[in-house]
């Protein structure tokens, strides 16, 4: 998805149901990396599920925020 900020990406995160244990927002940010490819700019995020510790990757499109 496409994002103008940080807070968009902080917003979706916090709206993602846990796919293991099923419950809303408990993915927490671990860690955040750029990344730079010929079509564009991306955000992938790295986070954790603060109850199940279920890992999961968000990839968010921020091409044009720079
Ligand atoms: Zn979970």
Not at 14 to 41: H, I, P
Not at 52 to 66: A, E, N
């Amino acid at each position: 998805m496409k994002v103008k900020g940080i807070a968009d990406e902080y917003e979706f995160i916090r709206d993602q149901l846990c796919e293991n244990c099923g419950l809303k927002g408990t993915y927490k940010m671990q860690k955040q990396t750029l990344a730079e490819s010929y079509v564009g700019m991306f955000d992938i995020v790295e986070c954790a599920c603060s109850e199940c510790g279920d890992q999961k990757d968000f990839l968010f499109d921020v091409t044009g925020m720079f």
